[in-house]
């Protein structure tokens, strides 16, 4: 007996496929629920989680991602081995119910190593932020668009799935215990080791339609049952910050900003996640010297509960990182000047409640009373008290990076 399957017998590798995803699926079960009530913790109403907190729920959602990429690449290996191996014959081939149920657990289990990791991936390239996949192959995946509403869909199928994978380990573990303990049968000792010269069992009526549409009935069923109870709808997945966005005060400008984008990157267990916010006004008196020179100012006003940061706003504005309670508004106030190259805004950052310099270069080009420009400037958050909880730069890098992109009509 070697690596091959044989009628009698699993071959080694099919055994130690089958084992290694034992393992791997019985430790990321326990992992995902501790993962999920760590992240609700940090998310539930009125909760003030500090920066460990949610550096332990991100870390315990990377490990459970990453094990769960992990599977899912098993999982191809492990069927593309059974497709081209002979599947061992059941040792009780009379017994057609019972045929039948293993069977069917068995599409069940094959599916759901398949079907549970990839609800979860695609949830995951859907939305933004938070726990990345610890590798260096990127978050996102072909054909997925971030989105809310795949998103929820997927995050709803990956618990729904997960539960029937459950269900069907539990019978398939029954049935297991059974043959060993009740029948006395090699079932579960031929699974474990190589038995040696087993007897061929006789070759019994196989259910290759009936237990793959069997499975299928199961999975129909409880995809439907989850949507009954509303589990793939986006209400309430949302991150809403809670916190109150005081409207911002109209600030007299010569230029009026008619699009604008301020963004903001920060690095979060390695991985990029970009936020935006919604809501900031500029006012701009500029005057484009001929040579370089000082050229205008500018103030910035920016509403902080206006941030949505991928999944991770609410967290991102609590008292330990913006506070936005206390600081709802930033202002930069900047002096503008032309360079030899270019454009630079020279001021003041006001941040949560800290001053600091800031120096912003950008690009501006003119068409008539039309300006378009582009600017990026990296700080510091230790600069301004955000995440001082968190010092190690794997979890949150200190760097993030600020953009800025506008296109302003001159007129008051
Ligand atoms: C066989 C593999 C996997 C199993 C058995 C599994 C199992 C679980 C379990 C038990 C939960 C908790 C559900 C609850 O408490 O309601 C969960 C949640 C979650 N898992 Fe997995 N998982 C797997 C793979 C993955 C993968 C590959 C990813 C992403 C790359 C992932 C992402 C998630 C996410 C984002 C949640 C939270 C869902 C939510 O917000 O409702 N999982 N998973
Ligand atoms: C935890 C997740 C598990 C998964 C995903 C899983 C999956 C599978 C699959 C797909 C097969 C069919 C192999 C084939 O014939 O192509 C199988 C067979 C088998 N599994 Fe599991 N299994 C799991 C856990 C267990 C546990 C805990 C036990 C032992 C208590 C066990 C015992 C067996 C035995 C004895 C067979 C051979 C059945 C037969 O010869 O008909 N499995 N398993």
Known sequence: MGL???????????????????????????????????????????????AQDLARAAMLFSLHKTLGVAIFLTALLRVAWAVAQPKPRPLHPDRRVETWLAETVHWLLYGSILLVPLAGWVHHAATTGFAPILWPLGQSLPFVPRNDALAALTAGLHVVLERVLVVAILLHVAGALKHHLIDRDDTLRRMLADRGDLPVPPNGQRNRLVAPLSALA????????????????????????????????????????????????????????????????????FDDPAAPGPAGQVTVQVSIPSLALGSVSAQALGPDFLDAERHATATYEAALFRREAGYVAEGTLELNGNQMPLTLPFALTIDGDRAVMTGQATLDRRDYGIGDG???????????????????????
Request: net charge neutral; aromatic share 6%; hydrophobic share 50%.
């Open 218 to 285: 199961v999975w129909a069923v409880a995809v439907s049952i989850g949507g009954g109870l509303g589990l793939y709808s986006p209400a309430g997945r949302s991150a809403a910050s809670g916190a109150p966005a005081p409207a911002l005060a109209p600030l007299r400008s010569d230029w009026q900003v008619e699009e604008g984008l301020l963004s903001i990157t920060v690095t979060q267990l390695g991985s990029a996640v970009e936020g935006r916010f919604a809501d900031w006004t500029a006012a701009i008196r």
């Open 4 to 50: 091959h399957n044989t009628a009698a017998q699993y071959g080694s590798l099919a055994r130690a496929l089958h084992w290694l995803t034992v393992l791997m699926i019985l430790a990321i079960i326990p992992l995902g629920i501790v993962a999920n009530d760590a992240a609700h913790a940090v998310r539930a109403p009125g909760a003030t989680p500090g």
């Open 390 to 412: 968190i010092q190690d730069e794997n979890t949150l890098a200190f760097a993030v990076q600020v953009s800025v992109a506008l296109t302003a009509r001159r007129g008051g």
